[in-house]
């Protein structure tokens, strides 16, 4: 699977400096580390792509994206790319000098690059500071030492004639004013640069105070040069380590913020993260595990018989011609087409495999550094595997989120829901923090989707947030006067007058009650703790068995659990965190102020509490009630 958000379109892509950034990598540079350490770099139509996107303009000239975030499996040359784009940036044509009307030329080292006519033409950075992170103090990091090379070794050493100073913890070139470092001291030290690129290698890595505080220091000073230097940053990594709130987590989750919908007006983040699927269950099917390793490495896979591969929509890997194209005529220009491993490739297949089943070796590790999927936190209530295997629908998801209309998001559920469906709705509420959503379940497959959700946002425009309580209101009586809902169960705190009214309303039609206390929708959560516990047991048995499809001709499957694919939703699962009691256990976000929020899964917990009780399958915890009574 490849997520790239946000999506460049076609005429996106003509506004690029990124094939003359190609062209100058290909020409100038070398391969700096490895068995191929000194041969030329050729680029496949993935990290082509890649380029073109990292270097999109807008329509004035400057850089569409000051950020950038590059996740890849183990082993993918990341830290070589980025090396390539520091070269670029400092030696490089790398910022808009106008359009060009056809025949322009531009020349370094001998080498001449002409124009096309409506291209965008390029112009070095004035005084360019390029900076290059390592997490440890002893090691200059893998991306410096690639440009290192480049300049003693490489085509970049003749430009030592003219100036030009290579060290071992700098470069210097006083004829343009430029400068290439490696950092990796305190935070403080760093404050004050003029930095016009900065690289960060492995942020999955950057999980502690002093590596966060260093990148905040390093990405704030990018803002003190000005419109000419149009200065950036570029984040490389492997999957995240869920809950040690990494720079790398807190990417993957602006990015899925930003493909929500729930980021308007701020898009200053491409995205690509290229990666599998794949159960545990399915290692020992070599076939399969073969798949999702060609799937999550791409073009960096050797292929197994020196062709290049593509992967179709539908999953297939087959080969393609010299003309790019499969035996049915597909080819990398179709939507949904990827690149599968290719006969440039450099990633050993067996090898990898060979590691992954090793009987010593964890396989969450595997999962995150060689399908560059998320595993799952230690003590998650959920497995990746169990939320993953369990998700419903992703193809409607896909074209709702592809859309960029969030309204087409969270009316997605519709198209599977009818008013005909028996139903039951869990609210999870709040006013000021933490989040605010009702969830729907249908009652014949225990498929939950999400109705509504109101997230607090991050940062200064979360200071004076309130949810909208009419909204929801009205959204509430929405799907009641619409769909058959048979049953609902809401947490009472910060929302009683609304529930109070809701019961009013609707209490009659519905059939189900939290207890047998005369209330249809009233469920406090902090006073129904044996209920939710005994509903979270029942919620994770569903989920560790396998999903069944239910037809609206068959019974209700009493067992059975289903995700809509809404990415919401399926987050606020997986960031659920099991804490154990005396009595059992209960579901917690992280830590009490964690920005990964878990409403929606707990709307979700009522939601299905109230089917299980429709359906008669849930297990009355009320507590035993003793009266005296006068014996005669």
């Known amino acids: 699977m490849h997520d790239v958000i946000p999506k460049l379109t076609a005429k996106d892509r003509q506004r690029s400096l990124g094939r003359l950034a190609v062209w100058w990598i290909e020409t100038f540079t070398l391969i700096g580390r490895g068995d191929a350490k000194g041969l030329r770099i050729r680029h496949s139509p993935e990290y082509f792509q890649f380029i073109i996107d990292c270097y999109a303009l807008d329509r004035n000239g400057r850089r569409r994206f000051g950020q950038v975030f590059l996740a890849r499996p183990k082993g993918c040359n990341k830290s070589g790319f980025a090396a390539e784009i520091a070269m670029f940036e400092a030696f490089g044509p790398c910022r808009f000098a106008g359009w060009a ?29 390029v900076v290059c992170l390592a997490t440890a103090e002893e090691q200059t990091g893998e991306v410096y030492d690639t440009i290192y090379y480049n300049c003693t070794e490489g085509y970049l050493r003749f430009l030592a004639g003219d100036g030009m100073d290579a060290g071992k913890t700098r470069i210097l070139w006083p004829k343009t004013g430029m400068e290439i470092r490696y950092s990796t001291a305190a935070a403080r030290s760093k404050d004050g640069g003029l930095q016009t690129f900065v690289c960060f290698d492995e942020v999955h890595q950057y999980n502690n105070k002093r590596l966060r505080d260093l990148f905040d220091i390093m ?13 950036w940053y570029l984040m490389t990594t492997t999957m995240y380590q869920p809950g040690e709130d990494s720079v790398a987590e807190r990417a993957f989750k602006t990015a899925h913020d930003l ?93 990898t495999v060979k590691k992954i089943l090793d009987p010593a070796y964890d396989p969450n590790n595997a999962i995150r550094f060689y399908l560059n999927s998320l595993a799952s936190a230690v003590d998650a209530w959920l497995t990746e595997d169990m939320i993953k295997s369990h998700a419903v629908h992703r193809d409607i998801v896909d074209k709702a989120i592809a859309s960029r209309d969030l309204n087409r998001l969270n009316d997605a559920w519709q198209q599977v829901v009818s008013d005909t469906d028996e139903i039951t709705l869990g609210f999870d509420g709040s006013v000021s923090d933490d989040s605010t959503a009702l969830v729907g379940c249908r009652v014949r497959d225990g498929m939950l989707f999400l109705i509504k959700l109101e997230q607090k946002p991050d940062g200064p425009q979360g200071a004076k947030w309130r949810v909208d309580r009419d909204s929801f209101d009205g959204r509430v ?76 001709y068959d019974e209700p499957d009493v067992t059975n659990i289903q995700l809509f694919a809404d990415p919401r939703l399926i987050d606020h699962f997986r960031n659920g965190r099991r804490k154990d009691r005396p009595e059992g256990y209960l579901v917690f976000k992280e830590t009490q102020n964690s920005p990964h929020k878990i409403d929606a899964a707990m709307a979700g917990l009522l939601a299905y509490r109230a089917r299980d009780i429709y359906l008669g399958a849930a297990v009355s915890n009320e507590e035993e009630s003793f009266a005296p009574v006068r014996v005669w």
């Not at 001449?112 to 390029?122: D, I, L």
């Not at 704030?220 to 000005?226: A, F, P, Y």
């Not at 076939?287 to 290049?308: N, T």
């Not at 929405?478 to 609902?488: A, D, E, K, L, P």
């Open 101 to 129: 009307k056809g025949g322009e030329t531009y020349t370094f080292l001998g080498k001449t690059y002409t124009y096309r006519k409506g291209e965008p033409m390029g112009r070095p950075v004035k005084s360019p500071l």
């Open 219 to 231: 990405t704030q000073n990018l803002t003190k040069r000005g419109v000419a230097a149009d200065p």
């Open 259 to 351: 493909m929500e919908g729930r980021l308007r007006g701020w898009e200053d983040l491409l995205f690509d993260h290229r990666y599998a699927d794949l159960a545990l269950d399915d290692f020992a099917d070599d076939e399969k595990l073969e798949h999702a390793i060609y799937e999550a490495y791409g073009s960096a896979m050797k292929s197994p018989d020196g062709k290049d591969y593509i992967f179709l929509p539908d999953g297939r890997m087959v080969p393609v011609g010299p003309d790019g194209r499969s035996a049915e005529g597909w080819s990398l220009r179709d939507e949904g087409v990827e690149p599968g491993p290719s006969k440039y490739g450099w990633c050993d297949l067996r090898r």
């Open 477 to 552: 009586r929405w799907v009641f006067n619409h769909y058959n809902v048979v049953g609902m169960f809401a947490d009472t705190d910060e929302w009683e007058p609304y529930i109070a009214q809701w019961e009013l309303d609707y209490g009659d039609r519905l059939q189900v009650y939290p207890r047998s206390n005369g209330s249809h929708i009233r469920f406090p959560m902090n006073g129904y703790k044996r209920d939710v516990m005994s509903e979270l047991k029942t919620m994770r048995a569903a989920f560790n068995e396998p999903m069944r499809t239910v037809s609206k």
